[in-house]
């Protein structure tokens, strides 16, 4: 069954400290693992998309890495700020159908 | 650019009624989805439209119905809502089916009760 598991499921850090969270999918055919942040309220809002040959990708102070071997992703968070508080969501497309398998997010606050 | 809409952003249904959920995006994209969000799971996809013309069912599309009703717009329907349909409701755009990030209206929070 296509699953993708995040941990943890929620996290606390101080302000300026870095973080990194954690992606596990049993996805197959694997076609490509997303990463998402999702403010309180809002819609999620893309951070990166990285394909089977990818294995970092970075937007700003985000660094996503991919090992299609073990089947898991991190996303790297550097120098948090109070604007990070929000859930991460690891989504990975199977090749077979486009369909994408969504985690259940990790919850992020940074505490000032 | 407004990205994607959806209205209303709240709403209370009672048991047995019916609603649509609007959604538009102004970013010429191809492909538009409605998704679902409960609290501790995942993003659960209802009911997509690759293009223009033509919609499929996602994983839970048991309770509703869709329309494309041209390239910009795409409503969910609720013919006749229950309890477990209460939840946030998404709807996002990607210019294409695959390989394309979505991009994400701010939801829809409905209660059925």
């Known amino acids: 069954k296509n699953q993708v598991e995040q941990s943890p499921q929620s996290l606390i850090i101080l302000e300026g400290k870095n973080c990194t969270l954690q992606?596990?999918?049993?996805?197959?055919?694997?076609?490509?693992l997303r990463w998402y942040k999702q403010d309180t309220g809002r819609g999620p809002v893309s951070l990166t998309i990285?394909?089977?040959s990818e294995n970092t990708k970075s937007n700003g102070r985000y660094t996503a890495t991919l090992d299609a071997d073990t089947k898991q992703s991190s996303l790297h968070i550097t120098a948090s700020q109070l604007s990070d508080s929000a859930s991460y969501i690891c989504?990975?497309?199977?090749?077979?159908?486009?369909?994408?398998?969504w985690g259940a997010g990790t919850k992020l606050i940074i505490k000032p | 650019n407004a990205g994607v809409t959806q209205t209303p952003k709240f709403q209370v249904l009672k048991t047995g009624q019916s609603m649509t959920l609007q959604c538009a995006q102004d970013?010429?994209?191809?492909?538009m989805y409605w998704y679902r969000q409960d609290p501790g799971m995942g993003l659960r996809l209802i009911y997509y439209?690759?293009?223009?013309?033509?919609?499929d069912k996602g994983e839970v599309p048991n309770g509703y119905n869709v329309s494309r009703l041209n390239k910009r717009e795409f409503s969910l329907r609720l013919e006749s809502a229950a309890p477990s349909q209460t939840s946030v409701y998404f709807c996002?755009?990607?210019?294409?089916?695959?390989?394309?990030?979505?991009?994400f209206g701010n939801g829809t929070r409905l209660t059925v009760t």
């Open positions: 992606c596990n999918y049993t996805v197959s055919p694997f076609s490509n």
């Open positions: 439209s690759a293009s223009e013309g033509t919609t």
């Open positions: 989504v990975v497309s199977a090749e077979s159908n486009y369909q994408l398998i």
């Open positions: 970013m010429n994209h191809n492909s």
């Open positions: 996002a755009s990607s210019e294409r089916r695959h390989n394309s990030p979505l991009h």
């Open positions: 990285m394909t089977f």
